[in-house]
């Protein structure tokens, strides 16, 4: 089977359209028709439910639309690689990020990488903590940047840092002219949270409860960039991570609460497949964000089988954490 024809079985399958994947890819909709009965004839069978509009995948066609992807991803990552051994670093990056981390990390990161291999495009896909893991599984991005990373049969991880979570307030709210609140006040608090689904909510409030810390949650959202535009628009008060603030706290739109018995991180993480490898642009974009070598923090313990791993779960901080 030709690459040309999985790559335009997948076009069909984003846009769910014969029509727009021809125009995509230059073709006549007939040539597009007939490309896709080839395919299903070759596998032996229904790809695509015509019947529907807009059209839709077959079971079996999803279960195909799954492993193509990362087999035309691995295709690439290998032309890339062939053509980097020979010249200066080339090809693409795709990094798959939760809000919070894309937003406060990759500006810094893509430019400095720019600066260093012109001729890398990177690509940063946002998604929910849940679906970059899906994202990187499905290989459609070459690794993911995560809050609480774990390993599973498909993904491996690398622990990044430990990002510390600050308690920041509007510049209106009671406690911005306070040098520093004890714990006690916070209690009974009006707060403005994560979502309750979220693990790092849990955590959150996991480690308010050891504390002995009760609040109220008066509105719950699921990024912290929501949770700061609202923090200043209802002068309100919340626990976000240090690195999504800094634009904030340093125009002092949100004040930086001290609070000596409250101290947290949470820790963030670079996920990958278990199968396959990364690409050279993949490995030293990696790399850079890590600090060392990526390839370094992917090996096994000797003997273990198993990764090297840190406890995955918000904590009282223990001493100073370095953010990137």
Same mark, same amino acid.
């Given at each position: 089977?030709?690459?040309?024809? $999985? ?6 399958? #984003? ?10 890819? +230059? ?16 596998? *032996? ?12 995948? @077959? ?10 992807? *990362? ?8 032309? +890339? ?9 080339? *090809? ?44 990187? @599984? ?22 990044? +840092? ?14 911005? @002219? ?18 309750? *689904?979220?693990?790092?909510?849990? #955590? ?9 810390i009760s609040v109220n949650a008066c509105m719950e959202f699921d990024n912290a960039d929501s949770m700061i535009r609202a923090i200043q628009a209802s002068r309100g008060i919340g626990i976000v991570p240090e690195a999504a603030v800094r634009r904030e706290t340093a125009t002092g739109s949100l004040r930086v609460v001290a609070c000596r018995e409250l101290r947290m991180t949470r820790p963030l993480g670079i996920i ?17 964000? $890590? ?17 090297? #791993?840190?406890?995955? @779960? ?11």
């Amino acid at each position: 089977m030709q690459l040309r024809t $999985l790559e335009l079985f997948c076009t069909i399958a #984003e846009h769910r359209s014969f029509s727009k994947a021809a125009v995509v890819h +230059q073709l006549t909709q007939g040539a597009v028709s007939q490309a896709m009965q080839h395919l299903e004839e070759s596998v *032996g069978a229904e790809l695509i439910d015509r019947s529907k509009r807009p059209l839709i995948l @077959t079971p079996a066609g999803k279960t195909y639309l799954s492993g193509l992807r *990362g087999i035309l991803r691995s295709y690439e990552r290998l032309e +890339q690689e062939v053509r980097s051994t020979s010249r200066q670093l080339s *090809g693409k990056v795709s990094i798959g990020t939760i809000v919070s981390v894309g937003l406060s990390y990759m500006p810094d990161a893509s430019e400095a990488f720019g600066r260093l291999h012109r001729d890398v495009e990177v690509r940063t896909e946002f998604g929910s903590n849940d679906r970059v893991f899906e994202m990187t @599984t499905e290989g459609e991005v070459d690794f993911g940047l995560v809050s609480f990373p774990h390993s599973n049969k498909d993904i491996q991880f690398v622990l990044w +840092q430990q990002e510390p979570m600050r308690l920041v307030c509007s510049a209106e709210h009671r406690f911005a @002219t306070q040098n520093e609140v004890s714990l006690s006040q916070l209690s009974g608090v009006e707060m403005i949270s994560f979502d309750r *689904g979220l693990q790092l909510r849990q #955590e959150i409030d996991r480690c308010l409860a050891k504390m002995g810390i009760s609040v109220n949650a008066c509105m719950e959202f699921d990024n912290a960039d929501s949770m700061i535009r609202a923090i200043q628009a209802s002068r309100g008060i919340g626990i976000v991570p240090e690195a999504a603030v800094r634009r904030e706290t340093a125009t002092g739109s949100l004040r930086v609460v001290a609070c000596r018995e409250l101290r947290m991180t949470r820790p963030l993480g670079i996920i990958f497949r278990r199968s396959g490898r990364l690409s050279r642009a993949a490995s030293e974009f990696g790399s850079l964000l $890590l600090g060392r070598p990526l390839e370094a923090g992917k090996r096994l313990k000797s003997g273990s089988g198993k990764l090297t #791993e840190e406890p995955a @779960t918000i904590e009282p901080e223990t001493g100073s954490s370095v953010v990137a």
